[in-house]
């Protein structure tokens, strides 16, 4: 086997073009890790923001893009247990993930739920996880809440509204066209607002509130969704599209009680992927086997074409995942 491999690379911080095929040395796994040998890998938001030079890789971790891979494992790193050469994996990786190999953590890789493509696989841990770490592990949405999500046809959004439905929970969602309205009527949710032409506020208050809201617009739509807030409500941020600023009204957080987080996956550490990753498959692995919340894929590209993908992402079109393809 060649100690080389394809990658993506970043050549210089800008827009999609500046993505490049190249060549790298293979990786070697170090203690608790494994090789991939990837088969697809997931594009993401925060692939798009490192591009762009606003997002650096965390301390330690690849240079390359990618944070969700699925592939074989090819190789164990020292003290590696309870895995073997060959066996299908899907893993969140912290960086590495355009490319023909790539090194995972052991607690953050996951057995292929049953019945799922390999390129589907590759589309469930960024999502997966953070939807899982944010509105469940954090904001502790139940059965018969209301959830909203801004964004519903992102791979967030889209992740949002299948584990909230299968789960027993209502879901209100927004987008930027009824086109797109459309596509999260289909996916299940009970109301899906034009957020830039609805009175998406009234529509809310109107259909009972929301109990937990999953925030990636940030800016000024953090007030208007402590305004649509019920009493005990949970606020999580995780982007901030409308800008990173946001001005809210105390008295009201103090009033409604409620509760404001946020977090972000790239920077955990391997214990706490670790654990999200336990939850992950005892809870939602049956739920995707079945059927109930299975990943959803709006385009296949190959490795080659990673600026094209990152294109089509921006251009915001897309219904669910975007995956790379090294085949």
């Known amino acids: 086997m060649s100690d080389k491999m394809r990658v993506v690379e970043i050549s210089q911080p800008g827009g999609p073009e500046v993505l490049r095929l190249a060549e790298r040395d293979r990786p070697v796994p170090g203690p608790d890790e494994v090789l991939i040998r990837v088969d697809a890998a997931g594009v993401n938001r925060p692939d798009v923001?490192?591009?762009?030079?606003?997002?650096?890789?965390t301390a330690g971790a690849s240079d390359l893009p990618g944070l969700e891979v699925a592939g074989s494992i090819e190789a164990l790193g020292a003290g590696v247990t309870g895995w073997t050469r060959g066996e299908l994996v899907c893993a969140l990786i912290p960086g590495g993930g355009y490319a023909e190999y790539a090194i995972a953590h052991i607690g953050a890789c996951l057995p292929l739920p049953s019945g799922i493509s390999i390129e589907e696989a590759a589309a469930i841990p960024e999502t997966f996880f953070t939807v899982w770490a944010n509105v469940y592990d954090d904001a502790g949405l139940r059965a018969g809440e209301t959830l909203l999500v801004h964004g519903g046809t992102s791979g967030i959004g889209?992740?949002?509204?299948?584990?909230?439905?299968?789960?027993g929970s209502k879901v209100i969602a927004t987008a930027s066209s009824d086109a797109k309205c459309d596509a999260i009527r289909k996916l299940g949710a009970d109301l899906a607002l034009r957020y830039d032409g609805d009175d998406w506020e009234e529509r809310v208050r109107d259909f009972g509130g929301a109990d937990v809201v999953l925030d990636m617009a940030g800016g000024d739509f953090v007030e208007r969704n402590l305004n649509v807030l019920n009493d005990g409500g949970r606020h999580v941020s995780i982007a901030f599209q409308r800008g990173m600023n946001a001005s809210m009204n105390v008295m009201m957080v103090m009033r409604k009680r409620l509760r404001l987080s946020g977090s972000t996956m790239k920077a955990r550490g391997p214990e706490e992927k670790a654990r999200l990753a336990q939850a992950l498959e005892k809870n939602v692995w049956p739920l995707i086997s079945s059927g109930a919340a299975r990943p959803i894929i709006d385009r296949i590209y190959p490795l080659e074409a990673a600026s094209d993908a990152h294109a089509y992402m921006e251009a915001g079109g897309h219904t669910g995942k975007i995956v790379l393809s090294t085949h």
Do not use: D, E, K
């Open 158 to 167: 889209v992740t949002s509204i299948l584990l909230a439905r299968a789960f």
């Open 49 to 57: 923001l490192q591009r762009m030079g606003l997002y650096p890789p």
